[in-house]
């Protein structure tokens, strides 16, 4: 689907469903209706026909409907389903807050569409390091499966709150958030 106005027709349906507490993607099964040319870069900026989406609010409604399926990215409606391009997650962890300190200690982390999670055993965090780089990227699980990538200022701050701990039989570098203990690195030697 690359006609500009079935952007138009898919804002209009997310503009009058009634989601409060966010759109039930998950329970909404459409017809498949091709891919518009719509992106998320890495830096969680959104592109509609190659130009950035200078409105935060329309940003904020389409990301309310996003849906990630096996290895692919849709925006659902009740009515349709389309496909779209993320480059890595579809939303960024931009600022945390901590409460608390030591294994009661809650990190609530706000997303660039200000989504707000509190790490722990229904939001994991997570750090896949790249193989050729060993660059961390850490993501912290937003709703559903779909994951947000914390920001490198945002992992400097983990990385301040990180305390060693034992994880099967090793000692890791992490924090603690919602009584779980998430591994960021191993511990340097």
Not at 6 to 29: C, F, M, R, S, Y
Request: aromatic share 8%; net charge negative.
């Amino acid at each position: 689907m690359s006609d500009p106005g079935k952007a138009g027709d898919l804002l209009a349906q997310i503009a009058t469903a009634d989601n409060p507490g966010g759109a039930p993607v998950h329970l909404w099964n459409p017809p498949f209706c091709g891919d518009i040319d719509m992106r998320i870069a890495r830096d969680g900026t959104w592109f509609y026909l190659g130009t950035p989406i200078g409105r935060k609010p329309m940003v904020k409604l389409f990301s309310s409907v996003i849906r990630k399926d096996g290895e692919d990215y849709f925006l659902v409606t009740p009515v349709e389903k389309v496909g779209i391009q993320v480059d890595d997650a579809p939303f960024v962890a931009v600022e945390l807050r901590v409460d608390g300190r030591g294994e009661s200690q809650r990190l609530r982390f706000i997303t660039n569409v200000e989504d707000e999670v509190v790490a722990g055993s229904a939001h994991p965090l997570r750090v896949e390091l790249d193989p050729d780089t060993q660059e961390p990227s850490p993501y912290v699980l937003v709703r559903g499966n779909l994951e947000a990538l914390i920001h490198r200022n945002v992992f400097y701050q983990l990385v301040e709150l990180a305390v060693p701990h034992e994880v099967n039989g090793a000692i890791w570098l992490g924090v603690w958030s919602g009584g779980a203990f998430f591994p960021i690195g191993p511990l340097p030697e």
